[in-house]
């Protein structure tokens, strides 16, 4: 049981609330019952099938964004109970942060933005406010999952003007350069965590990195040299599984120490106070974050750039542009819950409604719904 929550932390009692007000659970704080509906989504069961750096097909063991999701909310949870933030609220916003991701992760939402570019654009972060705020459809009584402002607030990470101004209440802190509560800072950067050192682990797997490689980045290097002396007969995966909880513990641990020095001198004495900050709270010492971004620009060029890696991407691209355009000239192709709404509609009200649909396609989908419109 988590103990007293630290004074600038989120507390439902003093929340935003909910867009429909509902009679409180008997059983569970109202973060909790967030969390759990984004679980029950229909969205987040996708997740298991939309990949991070893989396709889906190349490989039973690469992570998912549904694993993704969940070591991102590992990590947020440990950090938040040893900061006595609301671990219920950092889980409910980790879980989420990816429910509105395309297949084919990244050069799926980059394809698919290009399609778009004419119609408002897409971006992940904003579908997946979209997905529970509008496009799961399970209550009778709203449309959305009606989740907490807290909760929302956390998955929209960041937000051009134009659109802060449409989205009302949960966009107003990019107008006002507000920062969001603990918990939100909180689910971002542990995404970015979990991303790097799980990437890693997948690229190394993959044979498209060598440790060799590895070594010239210092987060690796340092534990990669402690397990190498204390374990010299180790085989090659149990070492690198050593290296890379080292190297999520070492990053881990000095968040938390960083961000609880940074709280103690800030003193917020709630989340107002945190929101009017100038800047965010939760961060790693410039140190270890220096090594963090160095890693991070290291995958960049030696993994999500891999000349294997391109060919994979040209061809997921090439997918989605593809359906994007079948969908637009013909939406009946579409279930009819999509070309209902976009037949005779106006074409960027037709685009949002091909994008809402091929945004919820898992990589196995797309690429079976790709083969169908071929034949057509």
């Known amino acids: ?7 600038c932390a989120a507390k439902a009692s003093l929340s935003r609330g909910r867009k429909y007000a509902e009679p409180a659970s008997l059983h569970r704080s109202e973060y909790q019952r967030d969390r759990d509906r984004i679980i029950h989504s229909t969205a987040f069961r996708r997740l298991m099938y939309k990949t991070q750096v893989f396709v889906n097909h190349e490989g039973d063991l690469y992570r ?3 694993t993704h999701s969940l070591e991102v909310s590992q990590i947020g949870r440990t950090v938040a109970v040893a900061l006595n ?16 991701h395309t297949p084919f992760g990244h050069a799926g939402q980059d394809t698919l933005n290009t399609c778009m570019r004419e119609f408002g654009g897409f971006e992940h972060n904003l579908q997946s406010l979209r997905v529970v705020d509008e496009l799961e459809s399970k209550y009778a009584e709203f449309t959305g999952l009606n989740l907490m402002f807290e909760t929302r607030e956390g998955i929209l990470k960041h937000c051009s003007a134009r659109n802060a101004r449409a989205l009302g209440d949960v966009g107003e802190r990019f107008l006002t350069r507000q920062q969001p509560g603990l918990e939100a800072q909180l689910a971002n950067i542990a995404d970015a965590i979990a991303y790097n050192n799980h990437d890693v682990d997948d690229g190394l797997r993959a044979g498209l990195l060598t440790i060799e490689q590895m070594q010239q980045q210092a987060l690796f290097e340092i534990p990669f040299r402690e397990v190498s002396d204390k374990y010299p007969q180790l085989d090659d995966r149990r070492l690198i599984y050593e290296v890379i909880r080292r190297m999520v513990g070492t990053v881990v641990t000095d968040l938390i120490e960083e961000t609880a020095r940074r709280i103690e001198t800030a003193a917020p004495d709630s989340i107002d106070a945190v929101r009017k900050m100038p800047k965010p709270l939760v961060s790693m010492s410039d140190e270890v974050y220096a090594q963090h971004k160095s ?9 999500y750039s891999h000349e294997q890696k391109l060919a994979m991407t040209h061809k997921v691209q090439a997918i989605v542009e593809a359906l994007f355009h079948a969908y637009m000239n013909d939406v009946s192709l579409m279930p009819e819950e999509f070309s209902a709404v976009a037949e005779n509609a106006a074409d960027d009200v037709r685009a949002r409604v091909v994008a809402d649909y091929i945004a919820g396609m898992t990589d196995r989908f797309a690429i079976s719904a790709h083969e169908t419109i071929k034949g057509c």
């Open 64 to 66: 998912t964004r549904l």
């Open 295 to 303: 890693l991070k620009r290291f995958l960049h060029k030696h993994l």
């Open 1 to 7: 049981m988590q103990g007293t929550l630290a004074p």
């Open 85 to 100: 933030l609301n671990e219920a609220l950092t889980e409910a916003i980790c879980l989420a942060h990816d429910l509105g």
